[in-house]
């Protein structure tokens, strides 16, 4: 088990050096944001020609990037959203089932569904060299391929999961700070 663990350590690495990035990427995306808004106010009363479509689809661009690539943080950290109308009175062995079963019926053929619908969507991108169809826009194929890498990463994360939790169930794992195996209170 402690191989597994390894593994899932590297996964949670990379997630964790990809989520990082992302926060900067958030960052230059309200910067361009902020740019865009104010190119824009300029231009009507000076004419001096700041703003443009470009601009406008980095901006689109850099948030598919921190949504794309932000998910497998996001799934790292817990912070996904969850219907949690059992989840959180269960003891952590049983949060540990649902999470496993969750991953595998859900999460895992998500992503091999979205991968395999986006495979082509991706190649043909690519094979014409996609452009945007608005004056002065971006190339399309790059953001495209962006796609089946986030996806790569989040079924990764879900493997990690997986094998964490497989952990807590067979009793390799340690306890999370401030974790027992008790019921959670339910707070509101």
Request: glycine content about 8%.
């Amino acid at each position: 088990m402690k191989r597994w663990l390894r593994v899932a350590d590297w996964i949670d690495s990379l997630n964790e050096w990809t989520g990082r990035g992302v926060y900067w990427l958030a960052l230059v995306m309200v910067g361009i944001g902020a740019f865009n808004a104010i190119a824009r106010s300029l231009d009507k009363y000076t004419g001096l020609g700041l703003s443009s479509n470009s601009w406008l689809e980095l901006q689109w661009y850099l948030f598919s990037l921190v949504f794309l690539l932000g998910a497998a943080y996001t799934l790292k950290h817990d912070d996904h959203v969850r219907v949690d109308v059992l989840y959180s009175n269960l003891s952590r062995t049983g949060r540990a089932w649902i999470n496993i079963l969750g991953t595998l019926l859900f999460l895992v053929p998500f992503c091999v569904l979205v991968l395999v619908m986006s495979w082509d969507f991706v190649i043909n991108s690519w094979a014409t060299l996609e452009q945007s169809s608005d004056p002065g826009g971006l190339p399309r194929y790059p953001i495209k391929t962006v796609i089946p890498i986030a996806l790569v990463f989040v079924l990764l994360q879900g493997v990690s999961l997986t094998i964490r939790e497989i952990a807590v169930l067979r009793g390799d794992a340690p306890a999370a700070e401030g974790e027992a195996d008790a019921p959670r209170p339910n707070i509101g």
